[in-house]
């Protein structure tokens, strides 16, 4: 107990000294709210992609509306050890839970009974990403989208693709829709760990990979990886040689990665009004917009409210449940 | 060589830097060295800070936390029986009986005189070849060959810790089936964290996380040791230590000078290729070491050479976990993963670019992995005259200590109130283990690696199509899986031997 109290003693410390030099932009919380540090769930692990987002937009927020966030890792379970704790806590607006597209596929396929979008309160997604198909930099038999299609259809099913193995997951449901479209076969390899994933490409152990560009960006800027397919429904202008899904005849909307921040539903409205507020005053700033672009979060509108976050998060739902009706998965 | 002067100028010449450099140096061997937290605990509570660091600064903090972090692991596993982390497991065999037989001094120095020849040597390997070690080993193992170590791994040490061939192979077993608990690597498949009886319906999100190897360490170690000690005291049994502070000579030393190349080489090995690192190491130094000893029989009753021969394994391997990590971009445990958040948060990526993009940081990191090393042999000096005196302080005092450690640590890891309800459970049943000659070591071994290998052989059964002889078409796995092959034939043919002998007839009797 010890140690985790001197670390949210420091935490507000760091957090505190950071909101005292940007107080001009100020959010202004409901009466007596934001008076004791907020807690934020975050339910993958420290030093990841979710808790660097968390981290960030903590202190983004704590610039804008002067909140102290302690942000509590709680990983496991693809993100979902971390919702009993989430749902048991008062709906007081005092936890807030960091949170990726994975709950939304997880409640669609029913391994969640919690609907992201009615038992929760999106107070606003600040990340949203698309995914595309990376081959290996001096990769020789193929070199772009057409001459892998055409390896892809002269070798069906020697061709391996390193991917997520969650049954139902964005990843595995995009590359349903991809395949069956364009009528190829891909060898998906379930790898649990992005590092697997990127060191099988790497190692020469698959032929391609099935990713979004933040997580590569390193691969991408030393060579060692190119984008052969983006899949999304333009060509994001730092891609803007690759085609996308819809170019080379797959007629889908893509699902797209998003990470976001949630309440419980019960939250006054007052304080989830001013927690979205401060939500998007967080996202405009200086810092967070640098962190963004680090993340290649800017290449697409990374932004929605409560309102576009509800939309966003039933359009997935739906997509989600008639592609699982399709492939026959979940309930 | 060059580059190694400045980066140690750098270290050595940066005031802020020499003290992040101690602090990392301290924390590390303090938090490993407190039985029941550990150099996780540590990484994750200063993480927020290291927000407002220079990230070369941040950067080499965790590695020199890394490297004294699994030294102070040992100091716990010799004193008290309980390892600081899983790759510290090995090292109890005979560091506590050590203890027990009044030589903790003699095993402390053992383990930091091996840990810091084991990582300056692997601190040198990866100043010499980072890029050129990381390519090989990224080309050559593939999920086949993971897998194949691993089965090679378990083959071989199976059987240390326990009282005979069958009893570690059915520890082992249960904590292979420990492992599959969780959601499956493969399908997302939830497995044990959902079932119903007649009415009743059972589902644990908790569960579907799986189970975490620290909670199960804490109390199959540190939970169970107290009550083992307990029970000792309440029937009088107990013997207090003696606190010696004697450090092994050089002769000592030159004896075992085999071993410890070969746990250099071993731990080496089994460092650079991700996810292996350090607990395979450790374990293979050992039962190397084991196997081709002259003073085999007295292994497990504290013997200097199974110190060594853990100690030099596990530190050779942190510097080599840090070469598929900085070349690649690609962690292979808990604390290189938290480095790697950290280049992240600063908004940096390490691959084949940061030796062109950040020399500095890279230098200064592995400048400071070298000079902790070697401090470590100084600092554990000084702990060899001091924290044997801990052995002083009453049982009583000590175990509610333990306790309140073990379950702040289990607690911390991830926040979850169940992982402090399986570190108890596993206490209890590590207690009766502990009492029939099972051992709680082949479980934790089966647990780690059994995740490890379960993830490794499914990815290769779908690379080769469900074809199981594919393993026998890649050279390096066809020669690890028949190497297991005959180590389990053999063990099980020596098992069967000595046990039909006449002395073992006699002490059969005897019991």
């Known amino acids: ?331 | 060589m060059e580059h190694f002067i400045i980066g140690t100028w750098m270290l050595f010449g940066d005031l802020e830097a020499l003290f992040i450099f101690v602090l990392g140096l301290l924390g590390g061997m303090f938090f490993g060295a407190i039985p029941g937290v550990n150099m996780l605990t540590l990484g994750a509570v200063i993480l927020p800070f290291t927000i407002s660091m220079e990230p070369t600064h941040a950067v080499m903090l965790y590695s020199v936390i890394y490297c004294s972090g699994v030294f102070g692991g040992a100091i716990t596993a010799i004193l008290f029986n309980i390892p600081g982390a899983p790759e510290n497991a090995p090292t109890c065999f005979d560091g506590y009986p050590m203890t027990v037989k009044g030589m903790a001094g003699k095993a402390i120095g053992a383990a930091v005189c091996c840990s810091a020849i084991g990582g300056v040597c692997s601190a040198l390997l990866m100043m010499s070849a980072t890029g050129p070690i990381a390519n090989w080993a990224i080309r050559a193992f593939g999920s086949q060959e993971i897998f194949a170590l691993i089965f090679f791994g378990l083959a071989v040490s199976a059987s240390i810790g326990s009282a005979n061939l069958w009893k570690g192979w059915l520890s082992v077993f249960a904590g292979l089936l420990l492992a599959t608990i969780g959601t499956d690597p493969v399908g997302g498949i939830p497995r044990f964290s959902e079932w119903s009886i007649l009415n009743w319906e059972y589902k644990s999100y908790y569960l579907s996380a799986g189970l975490h190897f620290i909670p199960m360490i804490l109390g199959f170690f540190a939970v169970s040791e107290v009550l083992v000690q307990a029970t000792a005291i309440s029937s009088g049994m107990r013997q207090r230590m003696k606190a010696s502070m004697e450090f092994p000579s050089i002769v000592e030393f030159w004896k075992v000078r085999y071993t410890m190349v070969r746990s250099i080489f071993i731990g080496f090995f089994a460092g650079i290729l991700p996810g292996i690192g350090a607990t395979l190491a450790a374990f293979l130094g050992y039962s190397q070491a084991q196997k081709w000893s002259s003073r085999k029989a007295n292994f497990g009753k504290g013997e200097m050479e199974g110190v060594v021969a853990s100690e030099t394994a596990n530190n050779a391997a942190t510097g080599a976990a840090m070469i598929p990590l900085l070349a690649l971009g690609l962690p292979g445990g808990a604390l290189t993963a938290m480095i790697l958040g950290i280049f992240q948060i600063h908004g940096m990526e390490p691959g084949p670019l940061i030796f062109k993009n950040s020399n500095d940081l890279v230098w200064i990191t592995f400048a400071a992995m070298f000079w902790a090393n070697l401090l470590i042999v100084m600092l554990g000096w000084i702990q060899t005259k001091t924290v044997v005196h801990v052995l002083r302080i009453p049982f009583r005092y000590l175990a509610p200590i333990i306790l309140l450690l073990a379950t702040v640590g289990a607690y911390a890891l991830r926040n979850l109130m169940i992982d402090v309800w399986i570190m108890f459970f596993a206490g209890i049943l590590g207690y009766f283990m502990r009492s029939t000659g099972y051992s709680p070591a082949g479980i934790i071994l089966g647990l780690i690696l059994g995740n490890l290998g379960e993830s490794a052989f499914s990815k290769s059964m779908q690379l080769m199509n469900y074809d199981f002889l594919g393993f026998f078409s890649r050279p390096i796995s066809g020669i690890l899986l028949a190497l297991g092959g005959l180590a389990i034939i053999s063990s099980i043919w020596t098992e069967i031997k000595t046990s039909r002998s006449p002395q073992s007839a006699i002490k059969r009797t005897d019991n």
């Not at chain 1, 992609?49 to 981290?55: F, I, P, Y």
């Not at chain 1, 829709?177 to 060898?187: D, F, P, R, T």
């Not at chain 1, 085609?243 to 893509?254: L, R």
């Not at chain 1, 939500?279 to 576009?308: P, V, W």
Request: charged share 20%; hydrophobic share 40%.
């Open chain 1, 1 to 331: 107990m010890k140690i985790k109290q001197i670390a949210a003693y420091c935490m507000c410390i760091f957090l505190m000294g950071s909101f005292v030099s940007n107080a001009d932009t100020m959010v202004t919380p409901p009466d007596g709210f934001g008076k004791r540090p907020l807690t934020m769930i975050v339910p993958f692990g420290s030093g990841g992609g979710s808790d660097q987002l968390a981290r960030a937009m903590a202190k983004a927020m704590g610039e804008v509306a002067g909140l102290d966030f302690q942000v509590v890792n709680k990983p496991g379970g693809g993100g979902t050890s971390a919702i009993p704790d989430f749902m048991l806590a008062p709906a007081d607006g005092y936890t807030v839970l960091e949170h990726i597209d994975n709950a939304i596929s997880a409640y669609a396929a029913g391994d969640i009974s919690e609907n992201p979008a009615v038992d929760w309160i999106p107070l606003c997604m600040t990340q949203i990403t698309f995914s595309q198909i990376y081959i290996r930099g001096d990769e020789d038999r193929f070199t772009d989208w057409a001459s892998f299609e055409a390896h892809a259809k002269a070798n069906p099913g020697a061709v391996s693709m390193a991917n997520l193995g969650k049954i139902g997951s964005m990843e595995l449901v995009v590359m349903d829709q991809l395949q069956s479209a364009l009528g190829i076969e891909i060898n998906q390899i379930a790898y649990d760990k992005p590092a697997e994933r990127y060191g099988a490409l790497i190692g020469g152990h698959v032929d391609v990979l099935f990713e979004q560009p933040g997580d590569v960006r390193s691969f991408l800027d030393s060579g060692e990886m190119k984008p052969i397919l983006t899949i999304f429904g333009e060509r994001p202008s730092v891609f803007a040689d690759v085609p996308t899904h819809q170019e080379v005849g797959a007629d889908f909307e893509a699902l797209t990665r998003f990470r976001g921040f949630y309440v419980k539903n019960g939250v006054p409205d007052e304080i989830v009004a001013f927690l979205s507020d401060a939500c998007a005053a967080g996202f405009n700033t200086d810092d967070y917009q640098e962190f963004n672009r680090s993340k290649y979060m800017h290449l697409i509108d990374s932004f929605r409210d409560t309102e576009g976050s509800i939309a966003l998060i039933n359009d997935a739902v739906k997509t989600y449940q008639e592609m699982y009706k399709i492939l026959g998965i979940g309930n």
